[in-house]
């Protein structure tokens, strides 16, 4: 069994910065790819960005382009996601997620990983 371990949330004003890290608990864990998916309180849970794990392309939402980047330690089974410019509608329950295999486009669904950190929150305030 894996765990995902997640850090990093907080609070923020707009236009400031946070980082948020996760880290699989066991390094053998061979991933082909991670990902970052937020849920903001009475909407569905979206994709914010992904990485494969071998050849390190990256994949992000249309609304973090340019000021979100994903990045891997693969050493250390982890992953970053650094968030810069946050607006107010960012503001949501942040998860990464893992999988051995993710086919074809399924990095940007939830139904691509089954393994899900806890979640942490990000709020930005206006």
């Known amino acids: 069994q894996v765990q995902l371990v997640e850090s990093g949330g907080g609070l923020v004003q707009a236009g400031g910065s946070l980082r948020l890290s996760c880290a699989a608990s066991r390094r053998t864990f061979v991933i082909d790819a991670m990902g970052w998916f937020r849920q903001a309180p009475g909407k569905e849970r979206e994709f914010v960005a992904a990485i494969k794990w071998n050849s390190g392309n990256t994949y992000y939402a249309d609304s973090v382009k340019g000021r979100f980047t994903i990045s891997r330690d693969n050493a250390e089974n982890t992953v970053y996601l650094q968030m810069n410019s946050l607006k107010p509608e960012d503001t949501a329950l942040y998860f990464c997620?893992?999988?051995?295999?993710?086919?074809?486009?399924?990095?940007?669904?939830?139904?691509?990983?089954?393994?899900w950190g806890q979640g942490t929150q990000v709020t930005v305030s206006s």
């Open positions: 997620a893992a999988d051995t295999t993710v086919f074809g486009n399924s990095y940007q669904r939830p139904s691509g990983y089954h393994y």
